[in-house]
């Protein structure tokens, strides 16, 4: 069973590409490197450069593999950024997802799983959400991924392409062992940003936001260790590959963390100070997202692994004390 993963050089994609590894799949990976890094991925993987939006390339890549299905990572993920260089965001989500799926049906793929965003939903009515709520996103990133879910149901009815959705909400930790593990360049998200300071690579953090209608003021999110999202993904592509039908998915614990309780556990798993102040609202940011991932756990029998905060900061700080410049390829 040869499962092709694009993106599968950068954090979650490389962490399922060797999870799949470990389950006893065949694995090819494609990736720009752009992002990610060639040594995040697993050697057991046969490894492509390219861009997902050369259609040429792809070709050559679906001409050489026998692929059963695709779990699609190689996207853009930061929401600032987003705001401002929205057509970068649709060009390489939307428009890759495009390409991609024509290299599908033309090679008759007919299974993909998708890695999609709680930021398709936007500011929710209601927390946890759940996946039939309304997906009204308030900055780019969550617009291109939407528009990627809305083509991939036209496909699907077009083509028969059958697609899971994994909609994330926030991902953090690293393997176990410390041998992969997160590293953007710039870092952008709260609990790498807050293990940099931990480490002395900044003076402190800004908590982006003090007067949301929060328990404390500040944004609630929803984390989910990175191994346990790698493994919905292969559930996920095995469920289509056994003849399931296209769905959407909710990932995340369903229990919200503040900016600051997030401080706090990585303050306990660190054994560091971090100093932090509470700065202006960041643009695009929700007040609380936070999952209702009961489907997920039903239908998928998902089985997260971890579910303590503290825990998944401590596996990503293994993997900053012992990696404190990351892959260091840039
Ligand atoms: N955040 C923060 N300071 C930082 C980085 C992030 O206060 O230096 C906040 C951000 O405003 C949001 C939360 O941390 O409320 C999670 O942001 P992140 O970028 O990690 O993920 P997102 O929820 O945007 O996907």
Known sequence: M????????????????????????DVAVIDNLITGHKHAVNPKARFYQGDIRDRGFL??????????????FAAYSVVPESMAKPLKYFDNNTGGMITLLEAMHDHQV?????????????EPKQVPIKETDPQVPTNPYGESKLAMEKIMKWSDTAYGIKYIALRYFNVAGAKADGTIGEDHNPETHLIPIILEVAQGKRDQLKIFGGDYPTKDGTNVRDYVH?????????????RLIDGGDSDAFNLGSSTGF????????????????IPAEVAPRRAGDPSTLVADSTKARQVLGWKPNYD???????TAWQWIETHPNGYDDK
């Open 110 to 122: 007919n299974h993909i799983v998708f890695s999609s965003t709680a930021a398709t939903y936007g």
């Open 226 to 238: 990175v191994v346990d999202l790698a493994d919905a993904h292969i559930l996920a592509i095995q």
């Open 59 to 72: 070709e050559q890549v679906f001409n050489a593999e026998k692929i059963d299905g695709v779990i699609h």
């Open 308 to 314: 303590d905060v503290e825990k998944i900061i401590a």
């Open 258 to 273: 503040s900016n600051k309780e997030i401080l706090e556990a990585a303050r306990k798993a660190t054994g560091k100070e």
């Open 2 to 25: 040869t499962i092709l993963v694009l993106g599968g050089a950068g954090y979650i994609g490389s962490h399922t590409v060797d999870r799949l590894i470990e389950k006893g799949y």
